[in-house]
């Protein structure tokens, strides 16, 4: 399993959602073209699919939980809190109200409690902050955060269940199916978008991610094979469904398909993974610009790349400031 391009897809991933973030907060007609390549849906889903592989890996190799859970803490955690914090603190210069009326909200607070235990739809803005931008979001990306921090809560349950079994696969066949029926639930008979995007309707992603770690010399083996029906369950699925039930599979084979085919990208950022980071930091970043009318007065390409070279200052301090002296602690 060593040689892999799980770094490159995470890094085209997060530039993925980071360009369809970019095209929807800016509303620029010069940059619509991007969202007919960039889709977030596609980016996450992408994410939530490694995660399952790499983390089920590494639970696998860590037989004592508490390392694991510090693993998950340290990678996770210190970048995550420094990008509330920063927000909560840099963001009271773009407030309409005063230092002082900003920093005695009930808002302010109630967005820095609620954002630290991941919990953003509770509080999802900061008081006078982008209130003249047409989403006044704050950080429109975190939402996927208690979705990856439950999954890392509920691994060591599922993998404690599939032990008891004399076939694992048919118990991540029925986790699947649960999780898809918990999907179709919430959407098309109680009408919950939001529900129906949180951890168990994203639980099909995650499995067909741990379904590949458990079979993967097989999976590695007939990959083409793999890569094939994955293919063709799209096509039908598009086709004859309007609802997502093999998509899932499909999507996540091919990724993980990608992630042992692509050879020329195996040592990519291999020291440095700067993906978190800009994953982290680039909504905000984007919400400024919009509040200075950037993309507006200003040539929008010229932007966009002023845009990309400010998450990746971020992202670059972010990983040798924060994230990297944390894992070097394990």
């Not at 639970?59 to 990008?83: C, E, G, H, N, W």
């Not at 999802?124 to 979705?147: A, D, Q, R």
Request: hydrophobic share 50%; charged share 15%; proline share 4%.
């Amino acid at each position: 399993m060593e040689k892999n391009s799980f770094n490159f897809l995470r890094f085209v991933m997060a530039h993925v959602i980071m360009l369809a973030h970019l095209v929807e907060l800016s509303q620029s007609e010069d940059l619509s073209w991007l969202g007919t390549f960039c889709e977030s849906y596609l980016g996450v889903c992408g994410f939530f699919v490694i995660s399952g592989f790499l983390v089920a890996k590494s639970l696998s190799k860590t037989p004592d939980l508490k390392v694991y859970f510090m693993k998950r803490t340290k990678r996770i955690l210190p970048a995550y809190v420094v990008v509330i914090l920063l927000s909560v603190l840099f963001l009271s210069l773009f407030s309409t109200l005063s230092f002082t009326a900003y920093f005695s909200s009930k808002e302010t607070y109630s967005y820095t409690f609620w954002n630290l235990i991941f919990l953003n739809f509770m509080q999802p803005v900061l008081p006078g902050v982008f209130l003249e931008n047409p989403y006044p979001f704050i950080n429109g990306s975190l939402w996927t955060m208690k979705i990856e921090e439950g999954f890392y809560l509920i691994l060591p349950l599922l993998f404690l269940f599939l032990t008891k079994l004399k076939n694992k696969n048919l118990g991540l066949f029925l986790i699947y199916v649960l999780s898809i029926a918990y999907s179709y639930v919430m959407l098309e008979i109680f009408d919950k978008p939001l529900l129906e995007k949180q951890l168990p309707g994203k639980l099909s992603l995650f499995v067909v991610g741990i379904y590949i770690f458990m079979n993967f010399e097989y999976f590695i083996k007939h990959k083409w094979r793999y890569l094939m029906i994955s293919v063709l369950l799209l096509v039908l699925q598009f086709t004859y469904f309007d609802f997502s039930v093999i998509f899932p599979f499909a999507f996540g084979v091919i990724i993980l398909f990608l992630a042992y085919s692509l050879p020329f990208t195996e040592s990519f950022s291999k020291k440095a993974d700067y993906t978190y980071g800009i994953y982290l930091f680039h909504f905000p970043i984007i919400q400024v610009l919009v509040h200075y009318k950037l993309f507006e007065k200003y040539n929008p390409y010229l932007v966009l790349i002023f845009m990309l070279l400010l998450v990746y200052t971020c992202a670059y301090l972010s990983w040798h400031l924060i994230e990297k002296r944390f894992l070097n602690r394990l």
